[in-house]
């Protein structure tokens, strides 16, 4: 099984607030990913990053940020939330990977934000 | 990056074989193909990849003909708890991954 801790499950907050969602992972693995997904609907790549001070943005813009100063978190951050960031937000990470295991990506359980 | 088609949805019920086929028409030398199960609010769990001919582990196989164009997710007697989406990725090694839409295979009693 793999380690990646995401916190909180579930967030409920109003328009205006700053929120930071956390992401972990123990396994030493280089990349990391966020993707935003609403319910029953595509996961779509927010950000990326190929390691320590590496930050890209992913396939859907998005205003949130990210940052990464350690291997092993990778905060996302959102100014200011409204209520169009209300999502399902989860962390990824991946290693090269060995022989035929080929960037295979770990997902943390995810938050639920909802802004109101 | 190669696109994927596979079917939006499918139903079966417990105890039987279930097969999801993907197409990959313009799937590249170095590609792999990669499936991963996904459970309502939670993240994707890779189930199994392959780069051709045929893989199997404990909980699918995956098959891939001779020119890869297509591959096909085998999962044997399935059960309830097997309901979920099932998405198929086609990537290069350490690549972003495009997921789509998936399969949401819905297994009745």
């Known amino acids: 099984e793999a380690d990646i801790y995401q916190t909180p499950r579930y967030l409920v907050i109003g328009t205006g607030k700053k929120i930071t969602l956390e992401c972990s992972q123990t396994?030493?693995?280089?990349?990391m990913y966020w993707y935003q997904q609403d319910p029953g609907m595509e996961l779509h790549l927010i950000h990326y990053?190929?390691?320590?001070?590496?930050?890209e943005k992913g396939d859907l813009s998005s205003e949130s940020t990210v940052s990464r100063i350690r291997t092993e978190h990778f905060p996302l951050t959102l100014e200011s939330a409204r209520p169009s960031h209300t999502s399902q937000y989860l962390c990824?990470?991946?290693?090269?990977?060995?022989?035929?295991?080929?960037?295979?990506?770990?997902f943390g359980a995810g938050t639920r934000l909802s802004v109101l | 990056l190669a696109k994927t088609t596979q079917p939006i949805s499918m139903d079966s019920y417990e105890g039987q074989e279930v097969n999801i086929t993907c197409s990959h028409n313009?799937?590249?030398?170095?590609?792999?193909i990669t499936w991963y199960q996904q459970f309502p609010s939670q993240g994707p769990r890779f189930i199994i990849q392959?780069?051709?001919t045929k893989v199997t582990n404990e909980v699918a196989s995956l098959f891939i003909p001779a020119d890869r164009k297509s591959s096909t997710l085998s999962l044997p007697r399935v059960s309830l708890s097997d309901t979920a989406v099932y998405y198929c990725?086609?990537?290069?090694?350490?690549?972003?991954?495009?997921f789509g839409k998936g399969t949401m295979l819905l297994v009745s009693p």
């Open positions: 392959g780069y051709k």
């Open positions: 313009n799937i590249a030398t170095n590609d792999y």
């Open positions: 990824a990470s991946s290693s090269p990977g060995q022989g035929m295991s080929k960037n295979i990506q770990y």
């Open positions: 990725l086609v990537e290069k090694g350490y690549s972003t991954l495009t």
């Open positions: 990053s190929y390691g320590v001070n590496s930050t």
């Open positions: 396994m030493g693995h280089d990349k």
